[in-house]
């Protein structure tokens, strides 16, 4: 063989494509041309980003919260991110009301060929079933699961004149005063939280409902509320400046961040613990191959080094879990906060 068939054959091998001797001008164009196609689409298989299986068209990310809120944040740093893979412009849509009910329900109607996703929470997804005796959706049969993206304890902070330090001294301070205290809603798993305090602690207190955690924690700085269960991120600025302090926390384990506060359970309610959880999900229907591609593509985002440091400063724990493990979580969390809600007799028409 000599030195041009010898390469020729090299550069056949490198190309897995066949050799057929001496052909014709136009036949060995054409073989290139296969070639090409044949590199292009394997390109495509390694890269999940060129699949055809992420939309081709503005995408808008529901976000069932006013803005500031959690839900609003991890909807925010995500959409820049998503924008430049798709190439197409994101849109994050906040449709607050009461416990995300609109904006859920507006989810699950929506279009199946991944142009809306949904970012739902251990609310919308888990609690409104049966805090609802007639829920216009179904958090099961409505949604495909994308993603758990993070998840967090709760900040217990109150106005700054109100005479109390914990969680304890607020039980004191609600009992001698039954009827006088004001809590701040923002969100069903927010109600939860309170209402099994008001529960174990068995004190008289009042629940106002907001459309969102920013302006219920802004209630609470204005004095028109005393207390606001909120996610740490939410409310630091305000803590640094004095216009918010922290009594408690009602996670399991003392927040890393505030390593001096104790939490509910240290504060003589046993065994008290509530987190939220936030994540993506996908109209029901729209095509697996989609909700994969979403999946890789939102778990590489929260793992962006900035994007890390970011939640995690914020009081965040990243979860970044599979559609499989998130669906098994809301099940999980059905079942939980249904015989919550049932035991506090809170639900409502």
């Known amino acids: 063989m000599n030195t041009c068939h010898l390469r020729a054959s090299r550069f056949r091998n490198a190309l897995a494509i066949p050799y057929w001797g001496a052909i014709p001008q136009h036949h060995f164009l054409g073989a290139l041309i296969s070639a090409a196609i044949w590199a292009g689409n ?5 890269n999940p980003a060129a699949q055809p299986a992420l939309p081709n068209k503005t995408v808008t990310i529901i976000v069932p919260n006013a803005a ?3 839900s609003d944040l991890i909807a925010r740093l995500i959409a820049p991110r998503l924008s430049e893979t798709l190439r197409q412009n994101v849109i994050v849509d906040n449709r607050a009301s009461n416990n995300g009910v609109v904006a859920a329900e507006m989810a699950a109607r929506a279009a199946t060929d991944g142009s809306v996703i949904f970012g739902g929470n251990s609310g919308t997804q888990a609690v409104n079933a049966t805090l609802y005796r ?3 959706y179904d958090p099961v049969r409505d949604f495909a699961p994308i993603t758990e993206a993070i998840s967090s304890g709760l900040v217990a902070v109150a106005n700054p004149r109100l005479p109390v330090e914990s969680i304890r001294e607020l039980i004191a301070y609600a009992k001698n005063a039954p009827g006088k205290v004001n809590f701040a809603i923002a969100g069903a798993t927010g109600e939860i939280a309170v209402n099994v305090l008001k529960k ?9 409902n907001y459309k969102g955690g920013t302006p219920a924690v802004f209630a609470v700085v204005s004095g028109e509320a005393q207390i606001n269960l909120a996610n740490y991120s939410t409310v630091a600025q305000l803590v640094e400046g004095g216009k918010l302090k922290i009594i408690g926390v009602t996670g399991a384990r003392r927040d890393p961040l505030l390593p001096n506060v104790l939490t509910f359970a240290e504060n003589g309610l046993e065994n008290y613990e509530v987190e939220i959880w936030y994540g993506f999900f996908a109209p029901a229907k729209t095509p697996e191959a989609t909700i994969q591609a979403y999946h890789r593509e939102i778990v590489r985002i929260v793992n962006l080094p900035d994007i890390k440091t970011r939640l995690v400063a914020g009081g965040y724990d990243i979860v970044a879990s599979t559609p499989e493990q ?3 979580k809301v099940k999980r969390d059905l079942a939980r906060y249904r015989k919550i809600i049932l035991d506090s007799g809170m639900q409502i028409d």
């Open 326 to 328: 998130l669906a098994a």
């Open 68 to 70: 500031g809120g959690p």
């Open 200 to 208: 174990q602690a068995q004190i008289d207190a009042n629940n106002v």
């Open 42 to 46: 394997a390109h495509a298989q390694m």
């Open 134 to 136: 007639k829920l216009s």
